[in-house]
């Protein structure tokens, strides 16, 4: 059974940096991906990593802060997270697609067939 973990989520204080971690299980994904979501809003991307085929995209939000990364020996997936700030606290969900997604499609959650759990991340200024 295929199964995404997430971890590394925390309090951290605006300028701070932190890493997630993404363990995908049960088989390989080409296209793994970050979303996140705060109360009342929709999921909202991140960044996003396909394997074959390559290509990287991520949300303008994050640009130059953020840096997706994989090890795909170990089936993980990795979001470094720089200069945080508050706008960046929510619930961050790794998400992953067995086949290639379209490098335009990417962004859309609806391109993905399985998730994490979620982990937290709240930055306060």
């Known amino acids: 059974q295929r199964q995404l973990v997430e971890s590394g989520g925390g309090l951290v204080q605006a300028g701070d940096s932190l890493r997630l971690s993404c363990a995908a299980s049960g088989g390989t ?28 995209r991520y949300a303008d939000s994050v640009k130059g802060r953020f840096t997706i990364s994989r090890d795909n020996a170990k089936n993980m997936v990795y ?5 945080l700030k508050p706008g960046d606290t929510a619930v961050y969900y790794c998400a ?30």
């Open 29 to 56: 994904f080409n296209t793994m991906a970050w979303f996140r979501q705060t109360p009342g809003k929709e999921r909202e991307f991140v960044a996003a990593s396909r394997w074959i085929g390559g290509g990287i």
């Open 79 to 83: 979001l470094q997270m720089n200069n």
């Open 96 to 125: 992953a697609k067995i086949n290639s997604a379209i490098i335009s499609a990417m962004a859309s959650s609806a391109q993905y067939d399985y998730w994490g759990q979620g982990t937290q991340v709240t930055v306060s200024s």
